[in-house]
């Protein structure tokens, strides 16, 4: 590796200020669609700048944390590849559209089919029976046109994964890529920037779930979690569950059976889901937290002990 690092990092002030450019937009699209560095003249004339002083002062911005100068010419710097990769990530040419569309999952909790849905770039389940897992209504806009009841939660998707998927491969698209990134979120690592996150759980104290869902919290469990970016604005929340997809036990007994989180397939996916939702809950103890939750496949069980901060403290098989 050779240590060309830009001699200092750029506050988010000055990064937005050197992005909100034409010109330097420009480069950086034309730097991305290349493999191989790109001479200055070579570089004008695809940008399509005719001044080449100006152009220059443009390059010259960018040149050190976003784009790199070699003797061949110029190429992006891992910055510029991330700008370009998440503006490409949302820019596809037409809006995705999925409406709900009930496709061939079974609900984690009835078994009755779910439906997918796509929405602010992220992929909506609902049952089409049961109430679900959180008591959340669709925005009042749509009230009225569809009684949006049996909320699941979402998975996160850019409307790149919407392109060329049917609503079935677009679900399983949306699976993985929420749990690639809720995997290193449960690890303490920020899916967007990498930074620390810090994380609290939330203990609804007069939790009763009998019916489905709890009247006081308006969810399935009781303890649920909040994550937000020490760097970013990356912030999330879910149930306990979910949160422990790093558990190396978790995952261990997962593999035992057959199920591998980080690929699934149309046949395991709904065993996988259901593995990381029908879990039994106790909480043992509030104050210092304590909490057992129980997975379920088939016949056998693994109940993960956990402590503050959602740590497993215990794994025990049965
Ligand atoms: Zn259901
Ligand atoms: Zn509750
Ligand atoms: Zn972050």
């Known amino acids: 590796m050779t240590d060309d690092s830009p001699a200092r990092t750029l506050s988010p002030d000055e990064a937005f200020e050197l992005l909100g450019n034409e010109t330097r937009v420009a480069i950086l699209r034309t730097l991305g669609g290349t493999e191989d560095p790109v001479s200055f003249s070579d570089l004008r004339e695809r940008v399509g700048t005719a001044d080449s002083g100006r152009f220059n002062y443009h390059l010259d911005r960018l040149t050190g944390h976003f784009v790199r100068k070699r003797a061949e010419g ?53 049952c089409t029976e049961c109430p679900g897992s959180y008591s959340r209504t669709s925005s009042p806009t749509e009230s009225g046109t569809d009684a949006p009841g049996g909320y699941l939660g979402y998975h996160p998707l850019p409307p ?111 065993r996988l889901n259901r593995a990381f939702h029908d879990v039994t809950e106790r909480v043992v103890s509030t104050d210092p937290f304590e909490a057992r939750f129980t997975f379920a496949v088939g016949d056998d069980r693994l109940t993960l002990t956990v402590g503050e901060d959602l740590q497993v403290v215990d794994a025990e098989r049965a």
């Open 74 to 126: 110029y190429e992006l710097r891992r910055a510029g590849e991330r700008v370009v990769e998440a503006v490409l990530s949302g820019a596809v040419t037409d809006a995705p559209v999925l409406e709900r569309t009930q496709i061939d999952q079974p609900c984690h909790f009835c078994g009755a089919p779910v439906a997918v849905r796509f929405r602010e770039e992220r992929v909506e389940l609902y």
């Open 160 to 270: 790149a994964g919407v392109a060329d998927r049917d609503p079935e491969a677009v679900f399983r698209a949306a699976w993985f890529w929420g749990h690639l990134e809720l995997t290193a979120a449960a690890a303490g690592v920020c899916p967007r920037c990498s930074a620390t996150l810090d994380r609290s759980t939330r203990v609804c104290e007069a939790h009763d779930a009998g019916a489905g869902l709890c009247e006081t919290c308006g969810r399935r469990y009781a303890v649920a979690f909040d994550l937000s970016c020490t760097n970013c604005i990356y912030d999330e929340s879910g149930a306990a569950p979910v949160g422990l997809a790093d558990s190396g036990a978790l995952v261990g007994f997962l593999l035992d059976h057959g199920l591998n989180p980080f690929a699934p397939t149309a046949e395991s996916l709904p």
